[in-house]
């Protein structure tokens, strides 16, 4: 029996490429899962994202419900409408997870980010920066003689514009919450 | 009444409230209290093994052939890490098994302790849930949750990772009532919609296929006998996964055998040109699809799953039905019987008398006119001489003797073949049989093996000899790793790398040192002799089947191809797989 002749080069070819053309497109979602507060949770959440290739863009937690211990995590993720289903199906099977919303799908979602960025300089650099942050309603929480902490809430593209004002201005230093969203209106509707 | 007890023994009191009879563990530090509590109690019988991974296997096979959960018990540290590999498996192949680890003692977590692992860390990925108990008062209130997550919706391995103060430390007892299980309920009812449409669809199919999987095992004997119901009633042919085997018989008239990459021409081919798939709890494994964009591209396809992430992960299905089998099933039969019991039965003799065409191929022919016995011929002669025993339980290794087994053994019942299917965990046969053994002392339990699967797991002779198990190694002893040697010989120009046995012991003599029994056959001649032999012996056998040493497992459809690319024998491999599919595995 002869050996099979492979080209060179094969083994570049990834698996992936067999896969079925439907739905290639990526799509951004945001999504809520609410989970038992209990040891490990996020660590569940975060493994099954890194251990089957899904993105993260941004992630949020914090207990929102003190008495029954339950936390609310919000992703935002993208990936084919596949991809997207799977996600939220895998998220699902995990024991400890109560909810699974996918905000995106339920309407546009309410987002909001907080960031923190540290802008140094003086004179005119420094009005400047004053003006910008109040163009974009960015408050003051921190203030020396040559620099300025600004607080800033909105969207993450309103953020991202900002930080760009910021960037030749001195900017030094940004930290960012990543993404908390709502549904709109009444949930009690449906 | 609550009643105060220790750790250790709320442990046990937790294991005889579910039921548990046997649980597979070896001791160490960690789980001394636990272990000197089932000194003094005649209830749980403990399994001694001599490996972890094997408690694990041991624990897989007792859960497949019994249906219930399978229990172990292992110490802290590298007994833990050592049953990760019975874990993964048991999570691809949805197994529930209840895995309990001693840990170091709370206050000691995080320093680095002698035989400290992270082990809720390292288990998260291959177990369907797993705890980490820090105080006595939850323990058995997880350990009930423990076996509820394992046994409910998916079956799965789960895992409780106990410290030593927590063993010994006294606090109330929680039985199985008073647990907090009721917010892990997954849905087995399925759209009862959805239902109807299948139906209306069985109703037209001209070219239907039942594809079938591990799930119909998996949902109890009940599933079986519905879907026994549901094709004779139908007449539709029935094809099934590697896990699936025994759901519907091998000997019904609708059988077309196993399918996949090396299942049969007539299942793979009728899969293939279906207008109608029924998957009733499989989902889509690569060994079954083949090349996915190709795959069975003119069929409608129904997808009965209790997992939603099974849905549409792999192929895109046109009627996703989420719910257990058997509930599904029996809506199913109901709907179908109350609209007439229709089918076009003109269009499925028309798609018979197609099958039937395939069948004639007769893909599984060999001839064995040489002296040298070949694999196909061992089997054969094993399924012939044991298949009137309707206590024959089946475990196989990983290689080309499980898919050889696969191809030449008959099943009847679910719960009778247990083999590593989504892992494919070589010395997972030997350990497995162990189980089964000691679920069904009486029956007859053989493990088809490959010689270098077999070694993997080697010293659990100590235990079938320890414990009396008659468990019958059934080696098919080509001194090579088959399945690695086959791909090498078709994809890697017959470079052989590290693909041969070489030292191996005398498996006679090996039997003999563990106090077992060895017999070795190389003639075809003594073949059915030797086998006689090795069945009416009362105990663990050796059976050393020195086959032909340069056999390839066939059918095969090679990777990256679609199911009518299969190759039928050594003639047509050549140039079969091309360059995209040689980066599959």
Redesign the interface.
Known sequence: ???????KG??K???Y??????GDTQERHTIAVVV?NE??VL??VI?LFS?RGYNIESLTVAEIDHTGHMSRITIVTTGTP?VI??IK??L?????V?EVHDLTVEGRPVERELALLKVTGTGDKRVEALRLADIFRANVVDSTLTSFVFEITGTSEKIDAFAELMQPLGLEETARTGVAALSRGSRRQD | MTRQMTGAKMVIQALKDQGVDVVFGYPGGAVLPIYDEIFQQNDIRHVLVRHEQGAVHAAEGYARSTGKPGVCLVTSGPGATNAVTGLTDALMDSIPIIVLTGQVPTFMIGNDAFQEADTVGITRPCTKHNWLVRETEKLSDVIHQAFHVATNGRPGPVLVDIPKDVQFASAAYTPPGKARTAHYAPRVKGDIQAITDLAELIEKAERPVFYTGGGVINSGPGASHLLRELVGATGFPITSTLMGLGAYPASGEHWLGMLGMHGLYEANLAMHDCDLMINIGARFDDRITGRVDSFSPGSKKAHIDIDPSSINKVIHVDIPIIGDVGHVLEDLLKVWKSRGRKTNKEAVAAWWKKIGEWKKVDCLSFDQSGKTILPQYALSRLEALTKDRKDRFICTEVGQHQMWAAQYMGFEEPNHWMTSGGLGTMGYGFPSSVGVQMAHPDALVINVAGEASWLMNMQEMGTAVQYRLAVKQFILNNERLGMVRQWQELLHGERYSQSWSEALPDFVKLAEAFGAKGIICSDPADLDDAIMEMLNHDGPVIFDCLVEKHENCFPMIPSGEPHNKMLLGAASTQDAIGSSGAVLV
């Open positions: 029996m002869s050996p099979l002749k492979l080209k094969s083994s070819h990834s698996a490429d067999l896969r079925s053309g439907y038992d040891a490990g660590a569940r493994g251990g596949q289903e799977q199906a895998q699902d099977r995990i024991v400890p109560h």
